[in-house]
């Protein structure tokens, strides 16, 4: 009933929101003379807030037709080259003849759309061949599709490997690293040709146990029943994907709201300020942010459920544990990190991740024991939290700038950085992987360091 009570919550307050958008279309129109006053702002900032409040927010687009290349306006085609039950493959097609790197970007299912990452693929098109995964919310997939679990997504990373051929260079965002790395070690102990030349690893869960966040203590204080019963819900008879068991958006856009609720009350403060006082722009960048982060999906119970148990409480892939279940012959097949031998590994960590802290990450490279040093590299980014790895200033200035050049020096047609390229985002070149310096141990040494430095510059 879960599901049901909130769409009638939904449904009882449409009229209150119909009104609340109304009196604000009303008092911001600029042929009303009170939409410059301060009462008639104050009418319309308090009608806004409660309609974003109460309104659901739809999938929104990349919105991306060009990217600029060597200082050129090239257009861009948005085209899914491969579709699948619960993910279509889309692929950023540029009207240019530059040959460059072939990305697969691998987008989380934690509740958001894959268009969390527009700003990520925005600053890989000017450099590279973008593929993305781009997830289907699990109500909207009929229940005749069938089941979608943490082995079935494994398995579309590895047919989407397959699709695009030899020297592919894939990159998990947060959730998706354990099964990219899964996926990568699997086709390498298959010899496949296919597998991917780099695995680029951004703030993802490969060893929980290593450092602990409210995310991986509450799954290791509550069992798995208790997600099953609590969290997990049908979709009801009136959505496409009716009777499918679920972990709906709803309530992991509750769950990330309330990791940081300061943070979010303060936001939305500072945003009706900004309509009170007529700060259209400074409005229109809260409004752009949360449009895409209150765009939320379902996933399907079986994914959440197994994902729980394997990443978060039994740890199965650092113990040595984990395997896959082929959805196609149902054969049992163990994941042995130890194959990866000829797939780079670069990870990349936030100072201030609350979600995958340090190490969690990194431990990729104790697991990868038969790859060489030469093809494992690391990149710590300071005062950066969990979304500023993969978007913002820090990512475009400092992160993206050595994934690119780690994508290059492992990229087999051994193409340089375009010198144009340089002009706009000078190169940087990741740290080759040293436990010295980039263990938990030493990171958080230097921090602590860092910390006593700066008491004592302002003492």
Known sequence: MLYQ?????????????????????????????????????????????????????????????????????VQVTEKAVLEKPFCTLLNFKRETNRNDPKILLTAPISGHFATLLRGTVESLLPHHDVYITDW??????????????????????????????????????????????????????????????????????????????????????????????????????????????????????????SMNLDNHVGSHMKFYQHLVAGDGESADRHRTFYNEYNSVMDITAEFYLQTVETVFQKHLLPRGKMTWKDPKTGRTIKVDPKKI????????????????????????????TNLPANKKFHHFQENVGHYGIFNG????????????????????????????????????????WDTSKHSVEAVQKRQQAKKKKEKAEKA
């Open 136 to 257: 289907v919310d699990s109500r909207q997939v009929p229940l005749k599709e069938g089941a979608f679990d943490l082995d079935t997504y494994i398995a579309y990373i590895q047919e989407f490997l397959e699709f695009l051929g030899p020297n592919t260079h894939v990159i998990a965002v947060c959730q998706p690293a354990v099964p990219v790395f899964a996926a990568t070690a699997l086709m390498e102990a298959q010899g496949n040709p296919n597998t991917p030349a780099t695995m680029t690893l951004m703030g993802g869960p490969i060893d929980t146990r290593i450092s602990k966040t409210k995310v991986t203590e509450l799954a290791e204080d509550r069992p798995l029943s208790w997600f099953e019963n609590t969290v997990t819900t049908t979709v009801p008879f009136y959505y496409p994907g009716a009777q499918r068991k679920v972990y709906p958006g709803f309530i992991q856009l509750g769950g990330f709201m």
């Open 393 to 432: 200033r820090r990512w475009r200035e400092h992160i993206m700038p050595r994934l690119r050049h780690f994508i290059r020096q492992h990229d087999k047609k051994v193409d340089p950085v375009p010198s144009a390229d340089l002009k706009t985002s000078p190169d940087q070149v990741p740290e080759q």
């Open 341 to 368: 031998k000829k797939t780079a590994l670069l990870t990349i960590e936030g100072e201030l991740d609350d979600i995958s802290a340090h190490g969690q990450t990194t431990a990729a490279h104790t697991l990868c």
């Open 5 to 73: 009570i909130y769409d009638i919550q939904h449904a009882m307050l449409t009229p209150a929101r119909l009104t609340a958008e109304a009196t604000k279309n009303i008092y911001q129109h600029p042929w009303n003379p009170l939409s410059y006053t301060q009462p008639g702002r104050t009418i319309a900032a308090n009608a806004e807030l409660f309609e974003r409040a109460t309104k659901r927010f739809g999938e929104p687009d990349f919105g991306l037709p060009t990217t600029k290349i060597e200082g050129k306006a």
